[in-house]
């Protein structure tokens, strides 16, 4: 039986799925070696709904790599790209949300300034051909 505290993915967010691929890879991929294995493992915490269209992908059937279809799925949420890649938008926003930080907010000051340094680092890599 499944505990109530498996990873889920019962949502269309994209943070969920960051979050739900990444659960499942730290409790279990990490120990499984065989590619079918882990697709089948991976889909198997998803709604059954959910678990049918990732399963209909291309990438799911045998003899593709875990990591293509981890990259079939990623696609599907495109929106998820930009949040792995940052946008001028994101980083204007952080910057107007904390406009008003005062030199005595240190953790805050901190906080912005490790969100500054992650999406100027971002936005710096080279676009992906």
């Known amino acids: 039986p499944w505990e109530s505290n498996v990873p889920k993915f019962?949502?269309?967010?994209k943070e969920d799925l960051q979050d739900f691929i990444e659960q499942?890879?730290?409790?279990?991929?990490?120990?499984?070696?065989?590619?079918?294995?882990?697709k089948r493992l991976l889909t198997s915490y998803l709604p059954a709904k959910k678990r049918e269209?990732?399963?209909?992908?291309?990438?799911?059937?045998?003899?593709?790599?875990?990591?293509?279809?981890?990259?079939?799925?990623?696609?599907?949420?495109?929106e998820l790209k930009e949040d792995l890649d940052g946008t001028l938008e994101e980083l204007e926003r952080l910057c107007a949300e904390n406009k008003a930080i005062r030199h005595?907010?240190?953790?805050?000051?901190?906080?912005?300034?490790?969100?500054?340094?992650t999406l100027v680092k971002k936005l710096s890599q080279a676009p992906a051909i």
């Open 104 to 117: 005595s907010e240190e953790g805050r000051l901190k906080r912005f300034g490790m969100g500054y340094r």
């Open 53 to 78: 269209i990732w399963r209909a992908l291309t990438e799911y059937a045998a003899g593709t790599s875990y990591k293509d279809f981890k990259k079939a799925v990623l696609k599907v949420y495109l």
């Open 10 to 13: 019962t949502t269309e967010d």
């Open 24 to 38: 499942v890879n730290d409790i279990n991929l990490a120990q499984i070696t065989d590619e079918e294995e882990m």
